[in-house]
């Protein structure tokens, strides 16, 4: 189904955005190395961010004008584009990862913690405690509003996302050309409060690494998280 994207409201994403990632996932400086675009392909296969096929594939149906050095924590933003689930996020396909993340801090656990239950669930572990550490970035352009529309997006119980999956790649399809850097949309996970999706890396602005937290929690209940040093 094609969406009248000029039917939606549009907002510009919050001074400041968060997003927390598993610290066993440390970040590798390869982009901040490459001092223009023709120094890419050297330096991403020195490093061996091309070495796995699917990594190679995406950087591959990224336009490389979209592709994000030279600056700091350029890397970080890179990697939420070419790693990520095969399966894909809510608004972004297997093809092409996206950057997500919250207004609040609370939201980004919230949503981190419901794919660690996920990821316990599958391994029958009864409880799981992981670092993780947060960026704060600014995300430049306008964002397509649907906050508090399509239910259909935002099913908790939906594992597969096509529907919403099929909407964020039209957002991203029609993209800078639009004027659009992402989606805007209720957090599934925290009711009431804004997330974000931005599918334009050079958008992805001002990222620094900020604090490191403690996540534990079981199968059901509340979430501990406790914020290290």
């Known amino acids: ?27 590798v400086a390869a982009f901040e190395d490459a001092a223009s675009a023709d ?26 004008s979209l592709r994000v050095y030279g600056r700091p924590n350029a890397s970080v933003v890179m990697a939420a584009f070419l790693h990520g689930s095969p399966q894909g996020g809510r608004f972004s396909s297997p093809v092409l990862g996206a950057w997500y993340a919250a207004t609040e801090l609370m939201t980004a656990v919230l949503e981190i913690a419901n794919g660690l239950r996920k990821e316990m669930a599958l391994s029958g572990l009864a409880q ?19 906050f508090g529309l399509h239910p259909e997006f935002h099913d908790p119980d939906d594992r597969s996302y096509p529907a919403a999956q099929a909407f964020g790649e039209q957002v991203r399809q029609s993209g800078p050309g ?40 079981r199968p059901t209940g509340k979430v501990t998280v406790e914020q290290v040093g």
Not at 39 to 64: H, M, Y
Not at 129 to 143: C, K, M, P, V
Request: hydrophobic share 40%; aromatic share 8%; charged share 30%.
């Open 1 to 27: 189904m094609t969406h009248d994207l000029a039917r939606y409201p549009r907002r510009p994403a919050p001074a400041t955005t968060r997003r927390i990632v598993p610290s066993r996932f440390p970040p």
């Open 39 to 64: 120094d890419l392909d050297a330096v991403l296969e020195l490093e061996g961010w091309t070495n796995d096929r699917l990594v190679a594939a995406r950087l591959s149906r990224l336009d490389p």
């Open 128 to 146: 799981k405690r992981e670092t993780f550490r947060e960026y704060t970035a600014r995300l430049g352009g306008d964002f397509v509003d649907i």
């Open 178 to 217: 639009a004027g659009l850097a992402g989606i805007r949309y209720e957090s599934v996970r925290h009711p009431g409060h804004e997330s974000w999706v931005c599918f334009v890396p050079p958008m992805v602005q001002d990222v620094v690494q900020a604090r490191h937290f403690d996540i534990d929690l």
